[in-house]
Nanobody
Framework: QGRLVEPGGGSVQLGDSLRLSCVGAGFPFSGAAFSWYHQAPGKERKHVATIYSTPTLTKYSDSAKGRFTISRNNRENTVYLQMTNLKPEDTGVYYC???????WGQGTQVTVSS
């Protein structure tokens, strides 16, 4: 199954940018697809973005389009989520997920203050 670790996260102000990282280990990273999910306080986990094994193939939720960018570096076994123009509603825990697999990261907290 392997594992995913998400360093980073943090507290930022309205309009700031932040980049999340997800480091994979124990599985063939380059052939895997990954997604980021967001869980706001008291709400269900929701899809944010997906990147496939072909790095140019991505998809985004409506709320992420135009503000967030998902990317990957197969040499470093890392998936990124670059977030810009952050809003208070982006606050919550962000999880990295290896698609078609039960592997999830531990989650990283992002807090956006107005």
């Amino acid at each position: 199954q392997g594992r995913l670790v998400e360093p980073g996260g943090g507290s930022v102000q309205l309009g700031d940018s932040l980049r999340l990282s997800c480091v994979g280990a124990g599985f063939p990273f380059s052939g895997a697809a990954f997604s980021w999910y967001h869980q706001a306080p008291g709400k269900e986990r929701k899809h944010v973005a997906t990147i496939y094994s072909t790095p140019t193939l991505t998809k985004y939720s409506d709320s992420a389009k135009g503000r967030f960018t998902i990317s990957r570096n197969n040499r470093e076994n890392t998936v990124y989520l670059q977030m810009t123009n952050l809003k208070p509603e982006d606050t919550g825990v962000y999880y990295c997920h290896r698609m078609n697999c039960a592997t999830w990261g531990q989650g990283t907290q992002v807090t956006v203050s107005s």
